[in-house]
């Protein structure tokens, strides 16, 4: 019982802290301040007839970003950036 009481503590400190996101969207603010703007402002995220439908579409039209500026951005670092836009712009659930 000794040893399966710190696991439990763990578990209950954790889930009781509410969920955890796995994205950091002040680290992808700094990712697309430093390198999206250059190419484009922020109206390409508000026109009405926006080409990204999805929070997956999303990412992936950030990783052709990425790609295309050749910028060598690890995945969490395209996340990053993709939950920023979507908590700035896009809204959609997740």
């Known amino acids: 019982m000794k040893q399966t009481l710190p696991l439990v503590t763990l578990v209950i400190a954790t889930t009781a ?3 955890v996101s796995a994205f950091d969207p002040a680290a992808g603010k700094l990712l697309v301040d430093g390198n999206c703007y250059s190419c484009h402002g922020s109206e390409i995220y508000t026109r009405a007839d926006r080409m990204v ?3 997956s579409g999303l990412t992936t039209q950030v990783q052709r970003c990425e790609l295309a500026l050749g910028l ?5 670092d395209v996340d990053n950036a993709a939950e920023y836009l979507n908590q700035k712009f896009y809204h959609f659930a997740k």
Not at 72 to 76: A, C, L, Q, R
């Open 72 to 76: 060598s951005w690890f995945d969490e």
């Open 17 to 19: 802290t509410g969920p």
């Open 53 to 55: 439908k999805s929070r």
